[in-house]
C-alpha cells in the first residue's frame, strides 16, 4: 500500500494531465449518440508515458480504497485495454497478482470462439473497467460477456465518471457498484 502523499501526489498529477491533453471542447457526438460541448479522450492519457503509470495506480488506489478485490481486470475494447494493462503493471510493480482481460464487442466466429481474451475468468472475482461512461452501455456489454465467460463481477470502475447516468444504469442492470475516480466536476466540466 502506497502512502497516502504518494497517492494523493499521482492523483493531483494525472488529474493535472487530463485536464491538460484529454479535455477536448466543441460540439461533439458521443458514442452513445448524445451530443456535448465536451469530448474527454482518455485514450490521450492512457496511452501517454506519464500519464498511463498514474492510471495504474490511481485505478488500484480506487478498488483497494473501496475494499474490492479483483484477480483480473478489463472491460469492452479499445478504452478498457490500456487502463487494464496499466493496472497489471502496477500490480506487478507491487508484487501484487493481477491479471488483465480484454472483452470483444461481439463472440468471435473462429478459432476459440472467446468474446473475453487473456487468461480465463470463470469463476474468478473480476472489475471491469471502462476510461469513461456516459450511458453504461459499453460497460454493461462487457458485464454480460465476463459473466458469460463465468467471471464474478465485483464492481465497474471508469477513471472519470461523466454525471450522464451511467452510474445508476450500471448499479440498476448489473447490480455491481459504480466507482470512479475523478468526477467532471473536478475536471471544471458542468
Given amino acids: 500500500m502506497e502512502s497516502m502523499t504518494t497517492q494523493t501526489q499521482d492523483r493531483a498529477r494525472l488529474l493535472e494531465l487530463i485536464k ?26 492512457t496511452l501517454h508515458h506519464e500519464a498511463a503509470p498514474l492510471v495504474g495506480r490511481v485505478m488500484l488506489d480506487l478498488l483497494d480504497q473501496a475494499g474490492v478485490e479483483a484477480q483480473a481486470v478489463g472491460g469492452l475494447t479499445m478504452g478498457a485495454d490500456p487502463v487494464g494493462t496499466a493496472m497489471l503493471h502496477e500490480a506487478g510493480r507491487q508484487g501484487r497478482a493481477l491479471d ?33 461512461s456516459t450511458t453504461g452501455g459499453s460497460a454493461l456489454t462487457a458485464v454480460e460477456g465476463v459473466r458469460q465467460a463465468g467471471g464474478l463481477v465485483q464492481a465497474v470502475a471508469v477513471i472519470v ?28 466540466l458542468d
Fill in 20 to 45: 491538460e491533453l484529454a479535455v477536448v471542447r466543441g460540439r461533439v457526438t458521443l458514442s452513445s449518440g448524445k451530443e456535448a460541448d465536451y469530448y474527454i479522450d482518455l485514450r490521450r492519457i
Fill in 100 to 132: 488483465a482481460f480484454v472483452v470483444r464487442k461481439a463472440q468471435k466466429s473462429y478459432g476459440m470462439g472467446r468474446q473475453v481474451e487473456g487468461p480465463s475468468v470463470e469463476g474468478r472475482p473480476v472489475v471491469v473497467l471502462e476510461d469513461t
Fill in 161 to 188: 465518471d461523466r454525471d450522464t447516468g451511467a452510474a445508476e444504469r450500471i448499479e440498476e442492470e448489473a447490480g455491481v457498484q459504480y466507482l470512479y475516480a475523478f468526477g467532471k466536476d473536478e475536471l471544471g
